[in-house]
């Protein structure tokens, strides 16, 4: 779809604050996931909210399993250097020269966990918990994206997004917005990606690991954000699950997350 652009306001879309700095641009999918091109211009986040974000984008980088799949994108560092995050109380690394899909473990991490030793030597499988401590984390920076996205065009001002972003900025730990990961079923044949009118750009996104659909379920605007080989799916208009039919009748299975909406998941 093409997109009539805003230009910057300086009023935060946060906080709707005009009064605070604005000093610096926002990578709408963190940097530290190789997103090096898709960036919000200065004035449209604060930076108090911009300190927010990073605070949960470190958290969901360093320990949830896009720690893993960041070192199995090969993702360097502004440094430099590989990608290191520790996840399931491993240390992944990434390993550059040898392409994607190419992980190392600390030595000490495969001596603890000899089943983990065993999968990585003899390429099989290995299971990692699904629901951890950090899904909520996982839950904001999803919204994060979806709202820095869409409120820099036109297109989108139908949508109320007001409650996703008082959401993504809140210290309030108890409240939860559910997300989903994509199992199976062929998402493409019901998302469209943002980057569908460039070849060039949507090549460089999915060299980078990752790519943002969007679709409109039940009057609701849902976002599926694609990275490495894990698919996830968020409304940001709404924290229900009465959009999640519209997989159904798609033949998409999903699990909910965090593990409160577990009992949401596809049949």
């Not at 240390?91 to 190392?104: F, V, Y």
């Not at 943002?212 to 968020?234: P, T």
Request: aromatic share 14%; net charge positive.
């Amino acid at each position: 779809m093409p997109f009539g652009i805003k230009k910057p306001t300086f009023k935060c879309i946060f906080c709707n604050l005009t009064k605070e700095k604005f000093s610096s641009k926002k990578h709408i999918v963190p940097h530290s996931l190789g997103n090096n091109f898709l960036i919000l211009d200065k004035g449209w986040v604060c930076d108090k909210c911009n300190n927010k974000c990073s605070q949960f984008e470190s958290k969901v980088i360093n320990h949830s399993i896009f720690g893993m799949l960041r070192a199995v994108n090969g993702v360097i560092t502004k440094k430099g250097k590989p990608s290191r995050s520790k996840a399931y109380k491993v240390h992944w690394n990434a390993i550059p020269t040898l392409g994607k899909n190419s992980i190392s473990v600390d030595k000490q991490d495969l001596e603890d966990k000899p089943f983990l030793k065993n999968s990585l030597v003899n390429g099989s499988a290995f299971i990692l918990p699904a629901h951890t401590k950090y899904d909520s984390y996982i839950s904001k920076l999803l919204l994060k994206i979806g709202v820095e996205f869409v409120s820099q065009f036109h297109n989108f001002d139908s949508f109320d997004i007001n409650n996703a972003k008082r959401y993504i900025i809140s210290e309030n730990n108890n409240e939860i917005w559910p997300y989903f990961i994509i199992q199976t079923g062929n998402i493409y044949l019901h998302f469209i990606s943002i980057f569908k009118n460039s070849k060039y750009i949507h090549s460089h996104a999915l060299a980078s690991g990752f790519d943002l659909y969007f679709n409109e379920i039940d009057k609701q605007l849902i976002l599926c954000f694609k990275y490495g080989f894990l698919k996830f799916a968020v409304s940001i208009t709404s924290n229900t699950c009465n959009w999640t039919k519209g997989l159904d009748s798609c033949n998409i299975r999903y699990v909910g997350f965090p593990i409160d909406y577990v009992n949401k998941s596809s049949n």
